[in-house]
């Protein structure tokens, strides 16, 4: 009996830990490193915007969590957002060669500058939607690579 009682205790003191464990982890502020490659020149800045949710995703700059835009020093560029909660984000990136703060396009509307999302999906005749460009925040340190695409 005294063998049981033990083996409670320290089964108990186990789950009592990872529980605290696993709420600790569940606490933290996020930190996500964005490293951009493929730019075509060192012209201008890069804009990079952080998405929680398909409400606005990619163009709509009511609904970004964090946006920011760089000046281009190194290739690839890191940008960094601080005090991200666990959870789902998409970012969308773009290469603002005049410094004019929005992706420019042609007549046709097809982009004149470069561009890029987070998972790198396969762009065709429309953006992607927040479920192709998704990826998750579940730890203390998140990196990811953005590929721009020029047309």
């Not at 605290?20 to 996500?32: P, V």
Request: net charge positive; aromatic share 10%; with cysteine.
């Amino acid at each position: 009996m005294l063998k049981g009682l033990r083996v409670s205790m320290l089964l108990l003191a186990v789950l009592g830990n990872l529980a605290w464990s696993f709420s600790a982890k569940a606490n933290f502020n996020g930190k996500l490193t964005v490293e951009i490659d493929g730019l075509k020149n060192k012209q201008g800045q890069v804009c990079a915007s952080i998405f929680a949710s398909s409400k606005g995703f990619p163009g709509d700059g009511d609904r970004v969590l964090q946006n920011q835009c760089t000046k281009i020093t190194d290739t690839p560029l890191p940008i960094t957002f601080d005090n991200l909660k666990p959870g789902r984000y998409a970012v969308a990136v773009f290469h603002d060669q005049n410094n004019d703060r929005a992706l420019n396009s042609n007549i046709f509307g097809i982009p004149s500058e470069g561009f890029g999302f987070s998972s790198n999906p396969e762009i065709r005749a429309r953006a992607p939607k927040f479920s192709e460009a998704v990826f998750l925040v579940a730890g203390p340190d998140t990196n990811i690579q953005i590929q721009l695409k020029y047309f």
